[in-house]
């Protein structure tokens, strides 16, 4: 008689081993109408269509980038090679842009990577922690005196990614069922959050922009975050313009979360 | 056949029957909240709320203050070797602890093994050693969640050849030896009765019913020589007819339609979850109970 241990291992084994594996199924009861092998591929197939069903939805627009076949073919060596080690099948994918980048062929074509990290941040913001919005009502309401002192937090939902190519062209082509760009080579830091009415955001950033956003990330105070606003030949003025606008972009977005004045 | 149920047993007025109730799904959230629909409660996949925040918070506060809910888990894999998983189980404390549900219900199977999940809710042996390991397991995590567990009956594509228990004795000793309570899925019972060939109407007439807390119906997929449960289609007659039976021997229980694939318009639930309270209410009467509530 086997322990349980033994026939938990018995039947996950024959699960994961794609291979018929008959003669090693002795511990499954013989009688019915199937037989032990067919038995146990019910539940071969079921464990394969789960993840893959699983990947089509979290990746639809890299699945039609690749058509049926390639998907279906990455889906598998992904499949094998990342087992699920979280309860939940939201996170199975997680590896899934990683994956891409490590492995070839797949890292020959650096827009697989980034389409597919890019729908991966599309799906965090899309649950990430809750946490109020900041408004430009409030914000104005603050004396530009304060402003120095001011710092900014940001959005839990609020990610930032650099792209190196132009994978949201082509994610916003497959989108609209049109034919996708050509792949050209394009370094773009795209931020990616989800608004006050709960649906999801992109757009990409100046450089100014995102070295402003890197440093409210980083916690830092509006003061010492405004040394890219700076560095260039505008007036003073034109730099508080700039940087007001970019503020207002954040708060309209829906990035900022609050506020808290040093003092 | 089955024995007369003992008078002692006799099916009583329900004191947690809370109707008869849908699986809430994304698709239909919108729509609950704007036509409030005839649903006596839903039930959450908890591990489709086990996320941070966004719509799945927001739908799952708006409509829990509308409706009654319950919980029903697909990971927290009872009967597996591996050590239980306290960062999973924290987490559905936490939620349990938000959503306040009826009740929190989860498999009666295993999920995984050497830390990989399957995903899908593999069947045990019926055992006195699994007994044993998942009794032990059971205990762990009701004294953890501070509530008792409802575990339901699994459909299955295979059994073991060692396995000494029938699967109604195996739940009946469960719920004896730890005071975990049964999610009796009328579905599952078909499925795998036609899959091993025994008759359905002996796990109903096996089942202790003091112990039955909720029913699941759903449909599931006839390929002739085996049935697959998938959740993708109305509720076959026969499972109707086995529903019919098992109500006129356990009298009124909590009813869950459940849908997860080929997910229709939330109308033709409505309908088919109509059909069941129809169903419920000529099974009771024809049944042995005096009282039925509805």
């Known amino acids: 008689m086997s322990s349980l241990s033994e026939l938990q291992h018995s039947l996950f084994n024959s699960i994961l081993n794609n291979e018929d594996c008959t003669g090693s199924l002795s511990w499954i009861a013989d009688k019915g109408t199937l037989s032990v092998s067919q038995r146990a591929s019910i539940y071969r197939s079921a464990y394969n269509i789960r993840l893959y069903e699983t990947l089509t939805n979290d990746f639809p627009q890299l699945f039609k980038y690749l058509g049926d076949a390639q998907f279906h073919k990455l889906a598998q060596y992904y499949i094998v090679q990342q087992p699920s080690q979280h309860p939940s099948l939201r996170y199975f994918g997680d590896a899934l842009p990683g994956f891409l980048k490590a492995n070839s062929p797949y890292k020959d074509f650096s827009q697989l990577f980034d389409l597919a990290l890019f729908e991966r941040c599309l799906q965090t913001a899309f649950d990430a922690k809750e946490a109020p919005y900041l408004t430009i009502h409030n914000f104005d309401a603050i004396s530009t005196q304060q402003w120095p002192k001011m710092c900014l937090e940001v959005h839990p939902s609020v990610n930032l990614i650099q792209l190196t190519t132009n994978a949201v062209p082509i994610w916003m082509a497959l989108k609209e069922d049109k034919t996708p760009p050509d792949m050209i080579q394009q370094s773009t830091t795209w931020l990616i959050g989800r608004g006050s009415s709960r649906l999801t955001y992109f757009r990409s950033l100046t450089q100014e922009a995102e070295q402003l956003l890197k440093a409210l990330i980083n916690g830092q105070p509006l003061a010492s975050a405004l040394e890219p606003y700076l560095n260039n030949d505008l007036t003073q003025k034109q730099q508080l313009e700039k940087l007001h606008k970019d503020i207002d972009s954040f708060l309209q977005d829906g990035v900022i979360s609050c506020v808290e004045i040093k003092l | ?294």
């Open chain 2, 1 to 294: 056949m089955c024995p007369d149920v003992p008078t002692s047993a006799q099916p009583q007025p329900n004191p947690s029957m809370l109707g008869f109730g849908l699986g809430l799904r994304t698709p239909h959230f919108e729509q609950i909240l704007s036509d409030s629909p005839e649903v006596d409660f839903f039930e959450i996949v908890s591990e489709n709320f086990m996320v941070a925040g966004g719509k799945p918070h927001y739908y799952l506060n708006a409509i829990g203050e509308r409706y009654p809910l319950v919980m029903h888990g697909v990971s927290l894999s009872i009967g597996s070797v591996d050590p239980l998983n306290w960062e999973y189980l924290q987490q559905l404390r936490y939620l349990s602890n938000k959503v306040q549900p009826a009740w929190l219900s989860d498999h009666l199977c295993f999920t995984g093994i050497a830390g990989v999940n399957s995903h899908d809710l593999l069947p045990l042996p019926y055992t006195e050693e699994a007994l044993t390991h998942v009794a032990n397991r059971v205990r762990q995590v009701q004294d953890y969640l501070q509530r008792p567990l409802v575990l339901e009956n699994v459909s299955t594509y295979l059994e073991y050849r060692d396995s000494s228990l029938r699967e109604w004795e195996f739940l009946n000793h469960l719920a004896n030896d730890t005071g975990c309570e049964i999610l009796l899925d009328i579905n599952n019972i078909y499925v795998s009765a036609r899959n091993h060939g025994f008759d359905p109407e002996d796990f109903l007439c096996g089942i202790e019913p003091h112990h039955i807390r909720q029913i699941h119906l759903a449909g599931h997929t006839d390929n002739g020589d085996h049935l697959i449960d998938t959740h993708d289609q109305p509720i076959a007659a026969a499972v109707f007819s086995l529903y019919a039976s098992a109500l006129r021997r356990f009298g009124p229980i909590s009813t869950l339609l459940e849908r997860d694939d080929n997910i229709p318009p939330l109308s033709e639930l409505i309908a088919e979850l109509n059909s069941i309270r129809l169903i419920a209410k000529q099974s009771l009467s024809q049944g042995r109970t005096h009282v039925v509530t509805f």
